[in-house]
């Protein structure tokens, strides 16, 4: 089993940014931000592939959104850009050791606890 724990979020003004951090205990194959908003199913935001550092974003945070992993400490960010109250969700990290690059979002088994990014 593969512990996910996450760190940052919060409350930020429209325009301003937030930095997410997730820490994995053990190697995986792929790792990925998801988001969820009251009503709305969970979406991607964004992929990272450790080994190769191959990095895939939903088209609406190209450009907005950063993600980078730390090979050393095997830690996983989010740098998040240009918020606006649409970005408001619940924001989970999440890994699979599936490989390919159409892993579900259901399939993605080792998951932290959601941390709450408000935009207003």
């Known amino acids: 089993h593969v512990q996910m724990v996450e760190s940052g979020g919060g409350s930020v003004q429209a325009g301003g940014s937030l930095r997410l951090s997730c820490a994995a205990s053990d190697t995986v194959v792929v790792m990925g931000w998801f988001r969820q908003s009251p009503g709305k199913e969970r979406e991607d935001v964004a992929r990272?592939?450790?080994?190769?550092?191959?990095?895939r974003y939903a088209d609406s945070m190209k450009g907005r959104f950063t993600i980078s992993h730390d090979n050393v400490k095997n830690t996983m960010f989010l740098q998040m850009n240009n918020l606006t109250p649409e970005d408001t969700a619940v924001y989970y990290c999440a890994a699979s050791r599936l490989s390919g690059d159409s892993v579900a979002i259901g399939d993605f088994g080792y998951r932290g606890q959601g941390t709450q990014v408000t935009v207003s």
């Open positions: 990272i592939y450790p080994s190769s550092g191959r990095t």
